[in-house]
């Protein structure tokens, strides 16, 4: 099966039935483990893009967080979001078949605080100085459920069978 048009033949339908343009197809061991269309415009839910449906998706099939040995094919170079669900999963590989620049003159996305074009720079910002209000308010109740996990773990601080980077 050629993945790559798979995974345009759904982000087309989805325009064609009024969804957003953004698929994504997971594939393990050579054959299609989940798959999906971005649903937020059908939803009104803004996680619902195509990456977080279809590793949501592939995740229960597995019974597991982690999606080693697959790949993952999606229309365009993942957000920010999608591309931080991306690096949790651990996937073999992502492979994206457009990129932001390409599909601009066609299809834009800027919101309040969201900008692709300037997200990573806020990003980086300390969260004192991003666009978006944010404020800390330190409670040592809140660490304390971290210590609650860590004993509950044996006290191991990582999430055991987790692929690590070393």
Known sequence: ??????????ARQNVAEGGRPFAT?????GDILAESPNKVAQT?????HAEILAIRDACTK????????????????PCPMCLGSLYYCSPDEVVFLTTRDAYEPHYVDDRRYFELNTF???????WQERRMPMRYEAREDAVEVYRFWQER??????????????
Request: charged share 25%; proline share 5%; aromatic share 8%.
């Open 1 to 10: 099966m050629d993945f790559v048009q798979r995974t345009i033949d759904i």
């Open 44 to 48: 009104g839910d803004p996680t619902a």
């Open 120 to 126: 990573y720079d806020e990003f980086a910002k300390p």
């Open 153 to 166: 773990n044996g006290g191991e601080r990582r999430v055991a069978g987790v692929p690590t980077a070393g």
């Open 25 to 29: 197809v997971i594939v393990k061991d």
């Open 62 to 77: 597995l019974g597991t967080e982690h999606l080693t040995g697959t790949t993952i094919y999606v229309l365009a170079h």
